[in-house]
């Protein structure tokens, strides 16, 4: 177990009541093998930092993202707050060094847990919420996700676009979407690409991203957004 003050330097976060980071840390399994009184699990605080991510990051997008919709921006969010995000954050924070847990959980490399390390994190971030308020809770979550939060919430908004817009096309009897990179600009380690999205002959959308795929993707996405206006009206 690592100290708890290397936990709160990482998270630039300082809790004035220690006891809620202790609880925050607990898994269940220690409960499981000691039973001594005093010792609550971490599940009531993952409960409420959960419902405050959940908002935080709804609030996030909303502001980064006007042009999305809200059938978007819900997808969005339940990406960027499901365990497997969670717990790659939790992952790069060390999160497992902290936790406590039964002998026989750590055995199993409890540790190391995806689902375990989402948990703690949002027990954590629930922690800070009862500590110092949503505005603190705010500045750990945007801490957490890194300054790149809007880059990483379109990458992740485009990831299933293609897929989409080739059932969105099947249905409406377009065909097969094509696409092609028309553009290539700036320096070789920061490049940014331009693809097109053809569907019966004709270009539908572009997009731009900083690989090829999400360029394509990002394409797609703007092609879904254009036959599903183009639908509805």
Partial sequence: MA????????????????????EALVHSSLLNENHAPGIEC????????????????????????????????????????????????GKNIQLGR??????????????????NLARGLEAILGAVYLDGGLEKTRGVIRRLYGSELQEIAHSQLC??????????????????????????????????????VILEDKVIATGKGKSKKLAE????????KLLTNSKGG
């Fill in 98 to 115: 902290y936790l406590f847990m039964g002998k026989g959980e750590e055995a199993s490399g409890g540790r190391n847990k995806a689902t």
């Fill in 42 to 89: 971490n599940e009531r605080l993952e409960y409420l930092g959960d419902a405050a991510l959940g908002l935080i990051i709804a609030h996030e997008l909303f502001v980064l993202m006007p042009e999305v919709d809200e059938g978007e921006l819900t997808r969005l969010r339940s990406r960027l707050v499901c365990s497997a995000t969670l717990g790659f954050l």
């Fill in 3 to 22: 100290e708890t003050s290397e936990l709160e330097q990482t998270l630039d976060y300082y809790f004035q009541d220690k006891d809620l980071l202790q």
């Fill in 217 to 224: 993707a990002d394409a797609a996405f703007n092609a879904i």
């Fill in 159 to 196: 990831a299933d676009s293609k897929s989409r817009l080739q059932e969105i096309a099947h249905a409406m009897r377009l065909g097969f979407p094509v696409y092609n990179i028309v553009e290539s600009n700036g320096p070789v380690h920061k490049p940014e690409f331009t693809a097109e």
